[in-house]
């Protein structure tokens, strides 16, 4: 199983992507998701040279020596632009991904606490196909993420029955699953099991965002070993179905931007020192890179413990 992260990993500052890209593999990292989400960095394509974006990400990979497995498409949402936009702007993600030969590309479902299961369904049915007549060789996959019952008190996209039961009714081979184990745990009991989930996924599953964390509380992406998820769960159920994508990290909050959501650091003024300059709002790259390292021998370790680490 090949192992990967996140370009995420490296939001700090206003980092380019082509900057993660390269301390992903000084990390140790061969196998990249790259998120096409981020406002913070300049990986997002909603602007006007996104073309030539697209071309600068591929020559930073190459140069690094690194591969793209799967993308994570914009965030936005129908709360925060129209669907005509959002569309488009997730039309610019797909381009991206058939120009850079990524398989997969994950595409959150809309969700909406004015509309019941059955109406969420409908509007995903219409957002995906729209999405898909912009695939213009099928050569990119769309997946559905779990996006846990806390967002939205329709819990239609939640855990991995959910998602199941959603390309059930679809029938849509174009479309698969991405499962993410952070949102996962936020689910109200049982509709948190890690092995249960994916099992219901079987082949359908084609991706992962792994992360850990505490549970329901709070949205947190960490990493393996920093929360409660117990990755046994999760490894025997992606070996059950026979999983063949990658084992990819979602876990970029292991050290903290101060802009990042959900929780800010706090920002703090020297109450004697007009001049003040604060050091601590955000760790150095140096310490980052650290953090990833140990992400990525906490991820060998592992799938080398189950036998099926890929180089």
Same mark, same amino acid.
Request: hydrophobic share 35%; with cysteine; glycine share 6%.
């Given at each position: ?5 996140? @370009?995420?990993?490296? !939001?700090?500052?206003?980092?380019? #992507? =082509? *900057?993660?890209?390269?301390? +992903? ?51 936005? @949402?129908?709360?925060? !632009?129209?669907?005509?936009?959002? #569309? =488009? *702007?997730?039309?610019?993600? +797909? ?217």
């Amino acid at each position: 199983m090949k192992l990967s992260t996140s @370009t995420g990993d490296f !939001v700090v500052g206003n980092m380019p #992507v =082509e *900057e993660q890209i390269k301390h +992903i593999a000084e990390a140790g990292f061969k196998h990249v998701n790259l998120e096409l989400a981020d406002r913070v960095s300049d990986s997002r394509l909603d602007v006007d040279n996104w073309e030539e974006r697209i071309e600068s990400i591929g020559r930073a990979a190459k140069e690094a020596g690194v591969d793209f497995v799967q993308a994570h498409s914009t965030c936005d @949402t129908l709360a925060k !632009v129209s669907y005509e936009t959002l #569309v =488009e *702007e997730t039309r610019r993600d +797909i381009v991206a991904c058939e120009r850079l030969g990524i398989p997969y590309l994950v595409v959150h479902a809309l969700l909406s606490s004015h509309r019941g299961a059955r109406g969420i369904y409908e509007l995903n049915k219409k957002y995906y196909n729209d999405l898909l007549d912009k695939v213009p060789d099928g050569k990119t996959r769309l997946l559905v993420e779990n996006g846990g019952d806390i967002e939205s008190n329709v819990t239609g996209f939640a855990s991995g029955y959910d998602i199941a039961e959603f390309l059930d009714w679809m029938n849509e081979p174009r479309l698969g699953a991405c499962l993410d184990t952070a949102h996962l745990n936020q689910n109200k009991p049982p509709r948190d099991d890690q092995y249960e989930s994916i099992t219901a996924l079987g082949d359908r599953l084609c991706a992962l965002h792994v992360a850990d964390n505490f549970g329901r509380d709070l949205h947190w992406h960490t990493a393996p070993f920093c929360g409660i998820i117990n990755f046994d769960s999760v490894m025997c159920g992606l070996l059950d179905i026979g999983y063949k994508g990658a084992f990819n990290f979602e876990a970029s909050y292991i050290m903290r931007n101060f802009k990042s959501p959900p929780l800010r650091r706090k920002e703090w003024t020297h109450p004697k020192d007009p001049d003040f300059v604060p050091k601590f709002l955000n760790p150095p790259t140096e310490l980052k890179l650290m953090a990833d390292k140990m992400l990525y021998a906490t991820g060998r370790y592992i799938l080398e413990q189950y036998n099926v680490f890929e180089e």
